[in-house]
Each structure stands twice: as structure tokens, then as C-alpha cells.
């Protein structure tokens, strides 16, 4: 049994949820003096430090609850970096500050560790209703992902062999698949379903899907790193519906401009028949509610060409052909 570990929480702006974390690993089913909880501010508020600071009074070293700052470079991946290069524990758990980590959770992946490998994947719990949202949906996804920082144990060797986060990803967005691909080139990655947290949706304001698409940018990076497993974990093919919509849609006001009737009628038809598409593959399960269904049809409208926006900025920076 694995009795010197840390766990490792970034942390922006948001310290009911932070709370509420923290308040799951007090009731840890491994002993508190057997790990360390590190939160690192990524939003540097005295509101979040006086959390943590009311934690560690509260607990008195079992576990120690320890308040960190970013240095420099800013985002989850950095965060993570600030924080388990803080501590000198063999192994690393990572979680996000709105988890609810099972009781078990770190017992049963000090468990799934002994068994071999650099590191693990535990399972994520997403609590929807019957017909979720678009968001829920999204939120969803965690529950298939293979390795995602909301629920990782790491062997701190591993980390360092593969020098960390990439810390060019600014968002909270690939940087853990980056770590996972990483990690498969120095040994197995195993899956630790017993190793439980749950994941509630958290609100968002209409159009969240819209402001998603920028995360598309460090899909570029993810691909210039990792072509194949990319392609073989994350996105098989190019978005060809959202090609469609947007070509389509220009070559069809073009050819509008230039007076050819014919072929703007053909490309809009084909837009138009590759957008309903779309619409109705968002839909498809998904809740009826008309607020929802008007958010959709709108949203649908826009995304294909944020997208590839997006996609190509990403392309331009990282200097990928990316498509």
C-alpha cells in the first residue's frame, strides 16, 4: 500500500465548489496522515486562500491542507505543475476543485497503482437527467474518457520523465490527453473503475457551446505532438459536416455574386442538408425544452464556422496542417 502520496487541485475563482471538494477528502477512507492536498489559486483570491487555511485549522495535518500560487505561466496545466513539483510524494493524484471524490477514492487508486504502470485512470460520474442539455452532454463526455485529469493517479518518476504539463495549454482542455499520450510511450496506463468521483454539472450561461469552439486551437497542438493517437483516440476523421456547411455556404454566395444561380442553389442545398443534419444529431436524446431546442438551432447555425476559425488560427500558430 502506497502511504505517501499528494493530491493535487487548480483552482480558479470558485470556492463553494473548492469547498465542497475539500470537505470529500476529509472523509478520505485512507488516513489523513497517509497524503497532502495541494490547491493551487490560478485566481490568486484571499477568499480561496482562507478556504483552504480553514481546512488545514480544521483537520490538523491529517490530511495538511496546503495553499499555493502560480508562478509565471497561468491555466490548469500550469497549476498542476506548480503543484506537484511542490511536493515530494512518490505518487500524484489529480482532481478538479468541482469533484466530489468518492470515500474510497484514493484507497482504491493507491490499489489499481500496485498493480504495475506509470499511472491510472479513475472513473468520472456525470449526474444528468433522462434528456440531458447540450452542456450536460459535454460534461458527459468525462465519463468515456480513458485518462482525464478529474479523476489521475501518477507516479511523480513519471511525471518528470515526460517533464509535466505542456504548459501551452492554456485551457482546461487536452493538456490531460497530452499527459496521458505522454505517458504511454513509458509504460502502461491502467483503468481503476473502482476508483470513484462524481462530476456535477455545473451551471452556464446560454451559448456556452459558442465559447467552447476556441478549445479547438489546442486540438492543432494535441495533433502536432501526437498525429496517430490522436487520431486513434480523440477524432478519427476531420469535422467534414461543419466543411460542408461553411464552403458550401460561402461558395453558394459567391456564386450568387458572380450570377450563377445554378451552382448557388446546388451549394446552398448541400449546406443546408449537412446543417440539418447537425442540428438534429445535437438534438437527437437531448431535452425538448423550447429554451433549449431555440439554443440549439441558433448555436448550430454559428458553430461550424467558429470551428474551423478555430481551427485554422491553431494550424497558423502551431504550424501544423490541421483540418
Known amino acids: 500500500m502506497i502511504l505517501s502520496m499528494a493530491v493535487v ?10 469547498a ?16 497532502e492536498v495541494i490547491v493551487v489559486d490560478d485566481g490568486c483570491t484571499e477568499t480561496t486562500r482562507q478556504v483552504v487555511e480553514d481546512f488545514n485549522r480544521r483537520c490538523q495535518g491529517a490530511p495538511a491542507f496546503h495553499y499555493l500560487q502560480p508562478r509565471g505561466t497561468r491555466g490548469p496545466a500550469a497549476a498542476r505543475n506548480r503543484g506537484w513539483r511542490a511536493s515530494s510524494a512518490p505518487l500524484i493524484a489529480f482532481t478538479d476543485d468541482d469533484t466530489e471524490p468518492d470515500r474510497d477514492w484514493l484507497l482504491e ?10 499511472a491510472v485512470g479513475g472513473r468520472v460520474v456525470v449526474p444528468t437527467q433522462a434528456r440531458p442539455t447540450d452542456h450536460e452532454r459535454m460534461t458527459q463526455g468525462l465519463e468515456q474518457a480513458e485518462f482525464a485529469t478529474a479523476n489521475a493517479l501518477v507516479w511523480r518518476h513519471a511525471l518528470v520523465a ?4 505542456d504548459e501551452r495549454f492554456k485551457r482546461a482542455w487536452r493538456e490531460d490527453s497530452d499527459l496521458h499520450f505522454s505517458l504511454l510511450q513509458l509504460g502502461h496506463v491502467g483503468w481503476a473503475p473502482k476508483a470513484m468521483v462524481v462530476h456535477p454539472v455545473r451551471p452556464e450561461r446560454w451559448g456556452v457551446s459558442l465559447r467552447q469552439q476556441a478549445n479547438v486551437f489546442f486540438d492543432a497542438l ?6 496517430h493517437l490522436y487520431r486513434l483516440k480523440i477524432r ?8 460542408l456547411i461553411v464552403f458550401g455556404t460561402l ?3 459567391v456564386a450568387l455574386w458572380q450570377g450563377l444561380p445554378t451552382v448557388a442553389a446546388v451549394s446552398g442545398a448541400v449546406a443546408l442538408a449537412a446543417l440539418l443534419r447537425f442540428i438534429a444529431l445535437r438534438l437527437k436524446g437531448a431535452s425538448l425544452a423550447p429554451s433549449h431546442v431555440a439554443e440549439m438551432l441558433v448555436t448550430s447555425l454559428v458553430i461550424p464556422f467558429l470551428s474551423l476559425y478555430w481551427r485554422v488560427r491553431g494550424a497558423m500558430h502551431f504550424r501544423v496542417l490541421f483540418f
Open 222 to 227: 494535441l495533433f502536432k505532438k501526437h498525429p
Open 20 to 35: 465542497r471538494c475539500l470537505e470529500a477528502l476529509t472523509k478520505q477512507s485512507l488516513p489523513g496522515h497517509a497524503f
Open 109 to 118: 487508486g493507491c490499489k489499481a497503482m500496485t498493480r504495475g504502470g506509470v
Open 9 to 18: 487541485i487548480p483552482t480558479y475563482r470558485r470556492p463553494q465548489l473548492l
Open 236 to 243: 478519427p476523421t476531420p469535422p467534414w459536416h461543419y466543411h
Open 162 to 165: 515526460v517533464g509535466g504539463f
Open 251 to 253: 461558395l453558394a454566395l
